[in-house]
């Protein structure tokens, strides 16, 4: 009898331990079903140092979870990634994360995964059309704190060039307009040029060549939208000599752009959190899919880095 009794408390034990582990598996990554969950994610370009840096963590966060991930490169284009929104609707993906390429082009994304009943993340930038939430920062906060920082370098005078990032994304929309409140507190400020570099370093290089040509010993600072085209502005200004004279503050704290901080060669950048980005997206993903409660709007503050700074933002 004892030896039944035993096998008896054995097999209840086992049966709990099955349960429990069910448990936790369902608290991670399965739907109501049981079934693993499966997020899609699009994002605008994963040529862009950033934006991988957002992809990877969301992959972290996602096999720390336990959920299936599959990310697409929209490659700069609205229409491939409203067409890869549809393929996620098509798979009956439990949720879907969209970096967008564009705040106007790539509503038609949103509007769609909405009229189909899947949760909708927005991940680092903005579309017209509301999704179900989203997770990134203030861009017209980065926008102040840079301009600020050329304001006061300057000593609220000088000529300035402005780099733009993607003409109608929300990052480039936003960034722009932080920097213009700030340069309409300072009338001794000019916005001496401001075009689109596309967010790319060559880009951004061969722009800000064409500035030397244009405008020479006028430029007092440049202010890049993002990284990428600021070290193109570096190398422009170093090749030419001008570097010494000309302030070059950008935004993304990219590791690029914190050693060009540790060498000098950039002034300041502006520190946008990738990692809680990333992370905060699939787990925002996960409990709406799960229909937990969750934050319809997730803002991660930006940080001015400069050399007396740049120890804490170093790995």
Request: glycine share 6%; proline share 3%; hydrophobic share 45%.
């Amino acid at each position: 009898m004892k030896s039944v009794t035993l096998l008896s408390s054995l097999v209840f034990m086992a049966i709990l331990h099955m349960g429990c582990n069910q448990g936790s598996s369902s608290e991670q990554g399965q739907n109501s079903e049981g079934k693993k969950l499966v997020v899609g994610a699009t994002m605008l370009s994963m040529q862009n140092e950033f934006i991988v840096n957002v992809a990877d963590e969301m992959e972290k966060k996602a096999n720390e979870s336990n959920v299936e991930l599959i990310v697409v490169d929209a490659e700069r284009s609205p229409l491939k990634q409203v067409e890869q929104v549809e393929s996620f609707i098509a798979q009956k993906v439990d949720a879907i994360i969209l970096n967008p390429c564009e705040v106007e082009a790539s509503s038609p994304a949103v509007t769609k995964a909405m009229a189909a009943k899947i949760p909708i993340i927005n991940v680092n930038s903005a579309t017209s059309a509301k999704p179900t939430a989203f997770v990134g920062s203030d861009d017209v906060e980065s926008g102040r704190i840079a301009m600020k920082y050329i304001a006061e370098k300057l000593g609220g005078k000088g000529n300035v060039v402005m780099m733009h990032g993607l003409m109608g994304q929300a990052a480039q929309i936003q960034r722009e307009q932080g920097a213009q409140e700030i340069l309409k507190q300072y009338p001794n400020m000019k916005l001496l040029a401001h075009q689109t570099a596309g967010w790319d370093r060559a880009k951004g290089m061969a722009l800000m060549e064409n500035w030397i040509q244009s405008y020479g010993n006028q430029i007092n600072a440049v202010f890049a939208q993002n990284d990428e085209m600021g070290m193109g502005a570096v190398k422009a200004l170093t090749d030419a000599g001008l570097k010494n004279k000309v302030i070059v503050v950008s935004i993304d704290a990219i590791p690029d752009a914190l050693q060009a901080v540790k060498k000098g060669t950039l002034d300041a950048t502006v520190f946008q959190n990738a990692q809680q980005q990333g992370s905060k997206a699939i787990e925002t993903a996960i409990r709406i899919a799960k229909g937990e409660s969750y934050e319809k709007e997730t803002l991660i503050p930006f940080q001015l880095v400069t050399k007396e700074n740049l120890a804490k933002f170093l790995n």
